[in-house]
DNA sequence: TTTTGACATTAGCGTTTCTAATGCTATCAT
DNA sequence: ATGATAGCATTAGAAACGCTAATGTCAAAA
């Protein structure tokens, strides 16, 4: 039983020795442990030819099937112990960097203050990534934006955040209450990379509304945007969450789009395969928290861009 | 894991030895293993203080998830064995005496030359403790007659066995081909102990036809009756399939009844919990074997006496 | 009450499994 | 390329664990 735990460790980390110094043991333990769980099974679970240690096909299924066992285990434990009280164990969070790591960090701390029995591991990774541990069992829950019920992942709504107009604080468009699309015509312009949801959709958004900016710069993530916007003259448009603290230092201003453009969060996880819980109970109880206390004091009706 | 294992056959067998023995390993070992199990789940799981060995309440939680998680370990190990093969384990069965301990026997010899990785094992109690075997986990199916969609089972039909007149070889009924509910009126007859449901539906058919006996004795088991039957003048109504040795050896004869009567059998085992599924691989084999095998060469249409 | 069968307990031993040290190899940076 | 680094395999010895055998205790049956 905590041989499979420890591969379940293995696997999700690709590492003997990060799993081995989570259960207290040696690097070399680990690895004799696994040799000899192979050796049971008569199959070779690990690649080891390659670096990021990576799991074979046998090992994937394995994987799968332990997972789901460990959580039924933990479940039947703790109804013979007559625990009714909180669950233990970790959950693993995957979510995309511009989710928020202030946001995250603050529900996280808040969750294990009330739940203290339970451990939340939050990784922040390129949203193709998140889907892929989420799919790979590598966590228990996924956090991106415009969440699409792709196959092989459930999805839970989980809030929107409202898009701003982002510039340097001495910007003709800063003057104005509020910006329409339409202002941005010519305006010289810093957006996400093209491949991210989130570019598309802004363009998307620009399009319709008959907006016609200059692109200048495309990166891959905010805070690379956030300085080039900071130091050129150009405007980005951006949650305006992740600026809050830049305008309050007055190293940015921002200004509301008018009409509104939303990016939506959400939660991912794979669906329950064959009667399987969706998550853990430590998941489940963190996924509650999370819809309670990560959706905005009062959430403004979602407004949809047309695609 | 191999703990839950020898913790579900103890639980299975209300017995420490008998386990012990099937795993190989002294009784000694068996108490030790099972006491760190308690002490790690920090719950006793055994009442040791009566003598046929009994589970406590968490005993029994424990027992139900256990057999869950072995069964779906062994899957997945298959699975990642890469064995599309036969499933490898022990099928328990629980059946009423008369189930006919020849027939099961002949297809439970059939059914292991065919999946030699498959180890079956029949036991045969009475009725009501088939019942309480198959909802409390202590095997993977029953066979029962009359089986009732009772709480707590799920049931397969699995035959009808056609009822015959039995008695004496020299008895003036044996002259006839076929014999009437009314020509019973006032013959001495051995009937069931009442408590049976196959007594319960025999009287009904006979009060349903106007037929009045005289009910001499009443036996719990076929052979008793038998032997009854053999040595008065009384006459008794039995499966037909269960006196066919003693018919053609001159012990008794039998004689159709007119209209006829049967006594379906049936499998019941437990339903599935949500998200279990209702047979380990090996037991599903089994069931598949048996209804394939254990149905009658020609089954007559069902019929149904009233109630 | 006596007998019997079954479980608990203990000591000692054997196997398993761990640690520590070292070697090997894939990746990365220069 | 070439060396540096990180991570896994392998080994021998030590610690720990689980088993057996023997004995004690208690519930159920006679």
């Known amino acids: 039983m905590q041989t499979l735990r ?23 333990a680990a690895s004799q442990r696994m040799s000899s769980l192979e050796k049971r099974l008569g199959v070779t679970l690990f690649d080891r030819s390659v670096r990021p240690l990576a799991l074979t096909e046998a090992g994937e299924i394995f994987l799968a099937g332990c997972s789901e066992l460990l959580e039924q285990y933990d479940r039947l434990q703790r109804r013979v112990m007559g625990l009714g009280g909180d669950p233990s164990g970790s959950v693993r969070v995957s979510a995309i960097y511009s989710a928020g790591i202030d946001l995250l960090e603050r529900i996280r701390i808040g969750f294990v203050a009330a739940h203290s029995t339970v451990n939340v591991e939050i990784h922040y990774q390129h949203p193709e990534k ?35 107009l982002v510039a340097q604080p001495g910007h003709p468009l800063t003057r104005r209450a ?19 949801p989130v570019a598309r959709h802004i363009r998307s958004y620009l399009r319709h509304h008959g907006a016609e900016p200059i692109v200048e710069h495309q990166f891959d993530n905010i805070d690379t945007i956030k300085n080039a916007v900071a130091s050129t003259d ?24 008018e009409p509104q453009l939303v990016r939506p969060l959400g939660i991912i996880f794979r669906p329950p395969q064959r ?12 996924v509650e928290y999370l ?8 959430t403004r009706l979602r407004q949809e861009v047309p695609a």
């Open 275 to 286: 009667g399987s819980e969706p998550f853990g109970d430590a998941a489940r109880l963190f």
């Open 234 to 257: 150009g405007v980005a448009i951006l949650p305006r969450r992740t600026v809050m603290q830049e305008v309050e230092m007055g190293v940015l201003a921002a200004v509301a789009l």
């Open 6 to 28: 420890l591969f379940s460790d293995v696997a999700r980390r690709h590492s003997f020795s990060e799993a081995a110094k989570l259960h207290g043991i040696t690097q070399s």
């Open 130 to 164: 998140v889907y892929q541990s989420v799919r790979e069992h590598e966590c228990d829950l996924g956090i991106v934006s415009y969440p699409q019920r792709w196959r092989q992942v459930g999805v839970i709504p989980l809030r929107d955040e409202v898009m701003a």
């Open 291 to 298: 819809i309670e206390h990560g959706r905005l004091p009062a």
């Open 178 to 196: 509020s910006v329409r699309p339409t202002d941005l015509n010519g305006v010289r312009m810093v957006n996400f990379d093209p491949h991210l």
